[in-house]
């Protein structure tokens, strides 16, 4: 597989949704609340408003590099050099979403990924390497106990019909 770059950008679904959230929640804090307790859950929804917004603007990864040994680097929002990052066995892989959780030297750094996020050819290859190009020890434990234990219930099935 060769090597790939998929840049980030913020996601306009997110945005949107975040707004249509917001939008609802308005009119509850009107129909229920008055006085001292409107204005403390406005100025709060106003705050948590423009922190999601601030936040929704600025992905925490700027660009996600694959080389051809499929060895990832990450290029950090807060400061703009690479960073080599590990994917975690509990990273998620859908066909609508990406939460990948890294492991690099300054921590654990956790992305949530829509396809609108990055063009699609970059959000393909980014799936296949993350479902297919990892090695066998970073796979899940937990997937790992379950299908053997569902082997050894098959196993044990096929042992009582076979002795009657």
Same mark, same amino acid.
């Given at each position: 597989m060769q090597g790939f770059i998929v840049r980030v950008y913020p996601s306009r679904k997110l945005q949107l949704l975040a707004v249509v959230l917001y939008l609802l929640t308005l009119p509850v804090i009107m129909l229920f609340f008055s006085g001292w307790e409107r204005i403390?859950?406005?100025?709060g929804l106003f705050g948590c408003g423009?922190?999601?917004?601030?936040h929704l603007r600025q992905p925490v990864v700027? @660009?996600?590099t694959i080389n051809a040994e499929l060895q990832a680097q990450l290029t950090l929002t807060k400061h703009s050099k690479r960073i080599s990052a590990v994917l975690l066995a509990d990273s998620v892989v859908r066909r609508g979403f990406l939460a990948l959780k890294w492991r690099t030297g300054d921590g654990e750094v956790r992305i949530v990924l829509l396809p609108d996020m990055t063009d699609k050819q970059s959000w393909r290859r980014l %799936?296949?390497?993350a479902r297919w190009c990892q090695p066998q020890h970073a796979r899940s434990s937990f997937w790992r106990n379950v299908v053997g234990k569902s082997m050894q219930?098959?196993? %044990? @099935?096929d042992k009582q019909t076979s002795n009657e």
């Open positions: 403390g859950w406005l100025a423009c922190w999601s917004f601030y700027k @660009r996600i %799936q296949v390497w219930i098959n196993k %044990q @099935r």
